[in-house]
């Protein structure tokens, strides 16, 4: 992961959340949309964010949103959990998948340091 998280940047990360921005808010305090809220999502277990019906396949999945957990989450949701109600196919670019990550990260109270 630390090979990926190098390419990073986080005005680039805040950029290609915009595509999940109508599905998440990632702001203190944000309510669920379609998908959670995902404000201090980075180290959380998955499927805890209070009152969001998730997916019985994210539920049973049993780890924390690590930076290695999002990064293959990030590239093909689907395929990584298979049965997630998450629709979008995915960040293929390690740049994209990086960014958003840290950004991702950069939205917490206290943010994880980078591994």
């Known amino acids: 992961i630390k090979a990926i998280l190098v390419l990073g940047e986080l005005t680039h990360g805040e950029k290609v959340f915009t595509k999940c921005s109508s599905r998440h808010l990632i702001a203190k305090g944000g309510k669920n949309l379609i998908g959670p809220a995902l404000y201090c999502v980075v180290g959380l277990p998955a499927a805890s964010i209070d009152c969001y019906a998730y997916s019985k396949a994210l539920k049973a999945h049993g780890k924390n949103w690590s930076f290695e ?17 998450m629709a979008y196919a995915g960040l293929r670019k390690d740049k994209d998948r990086a960014s958003v990550i840290l950004y991702l990260n950069s939205q917490s109270d206290s943010p994880l340091p980078k591994p």
């Not at 957990?69 to 959990?81: D, G, H, R, T, V």
């Open 69 to 85: 957990e999002l990064n293959a989450f990030l590239l093909k949701p689907k395929s990584y959990i298979k049965g997630t109600k």
